[in-house]
């Protein structure tokens, strides 16, 4: 059963996630990727991938899917800057 944290942190996920979208979007559609920076999502991707690591030691679903599909995401935006550099 899921606690009343644990639907926090799925809000919470949904909302931080969900926020990252029309960033990936905008990349994809315009194949613009002039002003992303690559080092920040480097290192924000690094952050995610430690993050979904700490999620799976809590066992936290929350924490997992967030951070499993934030990673995909910021991964999509590196390969874009890459490819359209």
């Not at 993050?51 to 809590?58: A, E, K, N, V």
Request: charged share 10%; no cysteine.
């Amino acid at each position: 059963m899921i606690d009343a944290y644990e639907i926090i942190g799925l809000v919470a996920a949904v909302l931080t996630t969900t926020a990252f979208v029309p960033q990936v979007v905008k990349a994809w559609k315009s194949k613009n990727t002039e002003s992303l920076s690559l080092p920040m999502f480097i290192i924000f991707f690094v952050g995610i991938i430690l993050w979904l690591l700490y999620g799976i030691h809590l066992n936290s679903f929350a924490m997992i899917l967030a951070n499993t599909i934030t990673a995909f995401l910021a991964l999509i935006l590196i390969i874009l800057k890459l490819k359209y550099k």
